[in-house]
């Protein structure tokens, strides 16, 4: 037969977040969206921290991104500059090198 206490143990710890110093508002804002939602302000966090961190990331990269946002404006063509070769790297073993 399995306990209540056996069943408790099986269960993930739960961690609990105390956010101070928050715009009323944020918190105003919260109140308003949880009672949209029929949920507390607790539940509401909570539920908007799941979406905002458990959610998969997209894949796509920031420049991936920006490319897509302006592809719709034809892009833009920039002329190559010209290099010149790299100056060689210092040499750090020898201390009489200027």
Known sequence: MITMNALLALEKPVASLTIRNLDS?????????????????EEEARQILRQALLAPPSGEGLGSRIHRRFAVAGGLELPEVPRSPARPAPDFQDPDTP
């Not at 109140?31 to 949920?39: K, P, S, V």
């Open 25 to 41: 508002s944020i918190k105003a804002n919260l109140r308003l969206r949880a009672a949209l939602h029929g949920r507390s302000m």
